[in-house]
Structure formats: structure tokens, C-alpha cells
């Protein structure tokens, strides 16, 4: 394997500007079509850093984001009911595995590429342009509520815990070349930096949280993630006790990555993971 990384990479992310004019985020449906965000977002050009050689270690708790390995036995990520058979179960135990964690539930599936045919063959999504969080504090507490809202036992039974959401993203492709994502170490966050957007989908409208800019932000990316690593992120915490709650990422345009690189294909699972 030809290695793509060389790194620190320089790299155009995409922050909010100013937090006085209104905002509002409408995502795509998948398909070939483009989430709209209204607000003055302006692109910055950041240093974002491998870390692979800088990150050896990293905690969800702390840096809000860890890469580890995971071999599947789903052998096609675009069959909905491999995902539901196969993936789903072994997303929790790895979750389980990983933080300790004594109940996972899955509630969201996204495949996303970078090629916009392939995007309007298979029917999914683009990558996400924009720094973001996916949850607030108000949204992460309430998605919880909906998840059980036809299930108010389980609301009752798990509802009291400490809980997080905890993003699981993998290519379902080859080595991810074009498009990685890049992750924001939460310790170099500042509450100040974070700024709520309603997110307005047909389905549900929630809470998202965009950024402003900030100098002190580190960026980082795992260079060539292959299709046995995962990257877990946490973007909702329930506890308010220093830990890290949320965790700001986006995709970029790779200038490292060889002009003729494949397409990124990837799968987001999201799940709501009890202590
Ligand atoms: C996510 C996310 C963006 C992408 O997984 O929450 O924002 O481009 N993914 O994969
Ligand atoms: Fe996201």
C-alpha cells in the first residue's frame, strides 16, 4: 500500500464566519442533491496533523475520538438488512468493548461518497463540508427521548443513566484517500467556539452545533483508514463532569491524496450508548 500521508497536510475547513446573521441547516437527502446552510461560513486554510504518528493514544472521554480496529462479517454495507443481521450487533459489543458501556442502541444508518454517481446510483449522501457537531445539549437529551418515545419502559429503565451518542464510522469501500475526516481534539475547544443551528430534515428537526474558528483548535485525521478500522466519536454526553461532550469534525479535500484516487465510500452509525 502506498502510503498518502504526508503530514501535517494543509487543508480548507469550513467554519461559521459571524454568529449574527440567522442560520439554518437543512441536510441533503441523499442521491446526488447538496445540504444547504444558511449563515456566513467562510473557508480558513488549517494545519491538520496525522494522528497516527501525534495521537497514539486517544480517549473518547478526553480528544472526543478514537481509531480502532474492527473486522465485520457483513459483506455488503449497502444491504440495509446485513446492517440490521449482522453490523448492528457488532457495533454494540465493539462500544461495549471499548467504553465499558452496559447497553447500546442503534438508531441511524448514513452511507456517504464523494462521487456523485455514485451518490445518485446507490441513493446516499455527500460528504459533510462543514465543521460540526451533530448534537446540542438540548438535542442529544431529546433524541433520546424520541428514540423511546413508543417505548416509555425502556425510557423508564435506561432513561436515568448516564448516556452518550457515539458516531461509528468506517469506509465500506477500499483505503479512504479522497475526503477523510478530520476531527477537532475537544480538549482545544473552547464553549465559546460552539454555535447552535437548527437542523431542519422532512423527518425531525433537531440541534446541531457549528464553529467558529479558533487558533488554539488541533486538528488531526488517520491517514488511509482501511476498511478494518473504524473511528469512534462522541457527540453527545449526558454528564456535565469536565468529561468531553462533544466533538467537532468535517470531511476535506486531501492534498495529499493521489489525483486519481477512488471515491470515499462510508458508513456514520450512530448510537446512544449507556453507562
Ligand atoms: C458524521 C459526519 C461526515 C462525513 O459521521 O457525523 O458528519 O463526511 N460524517 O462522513
Ligand atoms: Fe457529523
Known sequence: MTRTARTPVQAQLKFLADKDSPLLYVPSKGGGDQTEHLGNFATRTVEIHNAREELPSTSLDREGFMLTRHNSAVQDFYDDSQLDGIYHGEVAELLKDVTGAGHVEVFDDTRRSSSRALQRDRGIREPANIVHNDYT???????????????????????????????????????????????????????????????????????????????????????????????????????????????????????????????????????????
Not at 137 to 153: I, K, Y
Not at 164 to 176: E, L
Open 137 to 275: 445539549a438540548d438535542s442529544g437529551a431529546r433524541r433520546l427521548r424520541d428514540f423511546f418515545a413508543d417505548r416509555p419502559e425502556g425510557l423508564q429503565q435506561l432513561g436515568q443513566r448516564r448516556f452518550a451518542i457515539i458516531n461509528v464510522w468506517r469506509s465500506i469501500a477500499g483505503t479512504v484517500a479522497d475526503q477523510p475526516l478530520v476531527m477537532c481534539d475537544a480538549t482545544t475547544i473552547s464553549d465559546e467556539d460552539l454555535v447552535s443551528v437548527e437542523r431542519r430534515a422532512e423527518e425531525r428537526t433537531g440541534e446541531i452545533q457549528v464553529a467558529l474558528f479558533n487558533p488554539l483548535q488541533r486538528w488531526y485525521y488517520f491517514p488511509d483508514m482501511r476498511s478494518d478500522e473504524v473511528l469512534l466519536f462522541k457527540t453527545f454526553d449526558s454528564a456535565v463532569d469536565g468529561r468531553t461532550r462533544f466533538t467537532l469534525h468535517s470531511s476535506f479535500e486531501n492534498p495529499s491524496a493521489p489525483g486519481d484516487a477512488p471515491a470515499r465510500e462510508s458508513l456514520e452509525t450512530r448510537c446512544l450508548v449507556f453507562f
